[in-house]
T-cell receptor, first 114, second 108 residues
Framework: DVKVTQSSRYLVKRTGEKVFLECVQDMDHENMFWYRQDPGLGLRLIYFSYDVKMKEKGDIPEGYSVSREKKERFSLILESASTNQTSMYLC?????????????FGSGTRLTVV | GQSLEQPSEVTAVEGAIVQINCTYQTSGFYGLSWYQQHDGGAPTFLSYNALDGLEETGRFSSFLSRSDSYGYLLLQELQMKDSASYFCAVEGTYKYIFGTGTRLKVLA
């Protein structure tokens, strides 16, 4: 089974802290994604990466950055956490070109910024 | 811009059939997918339609009409475990755009 593992299930951070969310997948997928999920807003794309060291902005990149130094790992960084970044963060991966496959999501990290 | 619309909530009884609609507006379109998410869980992939028509997978079917920018997910013989949120997602270059989700409540 493909696994996407997010390092933390729950996280509480203080305003202004630098926050790292880690995501690792074990199926050699080229594409990795970070979404945030908020009630009534669905899933919104923050950043994605289609190859090592490559990154593209999604729909809501402000306040975030990402890093993909290795194919299996995609990190989301909150440069200076703010309360409006309190949310559920979901990482996903998918192989290139196989649209029938769909995304495989991690279990999510529920981040609370206080 | 891109947008997807789906109902926020649908309620049905066990054993019934329910249809969840999705209309989309997008500048580039490769296909329409559906995901299921139980409370506290991760979204899981259900189906993908690239061409017009109906795709059936067990109790679930998904339909696409590209000319109408419309699709639906059909759930038959509803079971309590089908209570979840269902998201449609438009496939673009490299990425999806997700709808805001439909919460399905199945009543005994």
């Amino acid at each position: 089974d493909v696994k996407v593992t997010q390092s933390s299930r729950y996280l509480v951070k203080r305003t202004g802290e630098k926050v790292f969310l880690e995501c690792v997948q074990d199926m050699d997928h080229e594409n990795m994604f970070w979404y945030r999920q908020d009630p009534g807003l669905g899933l919104r794309l923050i950043y994605f990466s289609y190859d090592v060291k490559m990154k593209e902005k999604g729909d809501i990149p402000e306040g975030y950055s990402v890093s993909r130094e290795k194919k299996e790992r995609f990190s989301l960084i909150l440069e200076s956490a703010s309360t409006n970044q309190t949310s559920m963060y979901l990482c996903a991966s998918r192989p290139t070109g196989d649209y029938d496959y769909g995304y495989t999501f991690g279990s999510g990290t529920r981040l609370t910024v206080v | 811009g891109q947008s997807l619309e789906q109902p926020s909530e649908v309620t049905a009884v066990e054993g019934a059939i329910v249809q969840i609609n999705c209309t989309y507006q997008t500048s580039g379109f490769y296909g329409l997918s559906w995901y299921q998410q139980h409370d506290g869980g991760a979204p899981t992939f259900l189906s993908y339609n690239a061409l017009d028509g109906l795709e059936e997978t067990g109790r679930f079917s998904s339909f696409l009409s590209r000319s109408d920018s419309y699709g639906y997910l059909l759930l038959q013989e509803l079971q309590m475990k089908d209570s979840a949120s269902y998201f449609c997602a438009v496939e673009g270059t490299y990425k999806y755009i997700f709808g805001t989700g439909t919460r399905l409540k199945v009543l005994a």
